[in-house]
């Protein structure tokens, strides 16, 4: 679904720390921090993984996930519009 690399990525991409990811998704900051320190796919409850995806899907990121078309091949984010990242 979603591999801790990206997960850092879509944070820096909107400027925003590890806090106010958790508190944009909804779920505590342990488990942002457990999740991102998964190896590859990040694996964890399926009910706050969705929250975070949902979290950053909101923010403007948009996940390329592993077959998705991207010019480089593999997974990454991208911003879907730039701008201010999302206020808590």
Do not use: C, W
Request: glycine share 12%; proline share 6%; no cysteine.
């Amino acid at each position: 679904m979603i591999t801790s690399f990206q997960m850092r990525a879509a944070r820096a991409l909107l400027g925003i720390d590890q806090k106010t990811l958790a508190d944009l998704a909804g779920v505590s900051l342990p488990t942002i921090q457990r999740m991102e320190a998964s190896e590859g796919n990040v694996r964890g409850v399926v009910e706050s993984l969705t929250k975070v995806v949902e979290a950053l899907n909101r923010a403007g990121v948009d996940l390329i996930g592993e077959h998705a078309r991207s010019d480089d091949g593999g997974r990454g984010v991208r911003l879907k519009q730039p701008g201010p990242p999302p206020r808590v």
